[in-house]
């Protein structure tokens, strides 16, 4: 009894230190995988060149519409190293059983951390005892996220776009497989959404349709179940556009019917 009070006692002390470094916005995990701590204060992240490269590139290729499933065996086919071989390699560790077998989670986990666009976020998972091991995912509102902590790897607006495409995921279209209509658009300069009318001036005179155009003009498209009209199948698609929303096309081009 006096054993199991102790470690109460002290896990109780353990956390209130926890919450007082978490608030006050201080790192409470090791750094994510490209990040590594900085040699000359270990309360600060810095970038690992290395790991920050496959991080953008698995987020550029969510954009481009592949899954995390696709983009696991794209980096396993490439031999990029996974986060545990790429710690042994560092490390000078022996190297796990499976250096590139890069699995469909880990891709998860990190298209979903914000800790990429430089911010930290502390508090996203608690444990109900400390017997139990087990960690407990706390809600957004419980989370406490402080911004420009460190530098960033990805752009918030990369990070935005795909959190949103993960939420508007769908069954995937052939057109989806191929990446036409995950378009992400911004200015290279001060990082703020184009305009919709530069885009158009920007596309003057294209002669041929191809994906980066579609990805730059459409957000996405809904496709719809056919239902019968009058006899006939009809078949209702809508088009979101960047910066402009849903355009109806049939009631801005096409007359009513009298009578209608």
Not at 2 to 27: C, L, M, P
Not at 94 to 104: G, I, L, N, V
Request: aromatic share 10%.
């Amino acid at each position: 009894m006096f054993n199991d009070f102790y470690a109460k006692d002290t896990s109780k002390k353990v956390r209130a230190i926890k919450r007082a470094q978490g608030q006050a916005g201080e790192h409470l995990t090791k750094p994510p995988y490209g990040y590594i701590v900085n040699p000359t204060d270990k309360k600060q992240w810095i970038v690992n060149e290395e790991a920050a490269a496959v991080v953008k590139r698995i987020f550029d290729l969510y954009i481009g519409g592949k899954g995390p499933m696709q983009i696991a065996k794209i980096l396993k086919e490439d031999k990029i190293l996974t986060a545990k071989a790429h710690y042994a390699k560092k490390k000078g560790k022996p190297f796990p059983e499976s250096p590139y077998d890069w699995r469909d989670s880990t891709i998860v986990g990190i298209l979903e951390r914000m800790d990429y666009c430089g911010h930290t976020v502390n508090f996203k998972s608690y444990s109900k005892s400390h017997k139990l091991k087990k960690r407990i995912p706390t809600t957004k509102e419980q989370q406490a996220i402080f911004y420009n902590t460190h530098e960033a790897i990805v752009e918030d607006v990369v990070f935005e776009r795909v959190q949103e495409l993960r939420v508007n995921k769908r069954r995937p279209t052939k057109a989806d497989r191929q990446g036409l209509f995950s378009g992400l658009v911004y200015c290279v300069d001060c990082g703020s959404k184009l305009h919709f009318a530069a885009i158009i001036r920007k596309y003057v005179g294209i002669k041929e349709l191809i994906p980066a155009i579609v990805n730059e003009f459409i957000k996405k498209i809904l496709v719809h179940a056919p239902e019968k009209v009058d006899g006939k199948r009809v078949q209702k698609v809508d088009i979101v556009f960047n910066f402009v929303g849903e355009i109806n096309f049939l009631s801005a081009t096409q007359p009513k019917r009298q009578g209608a």
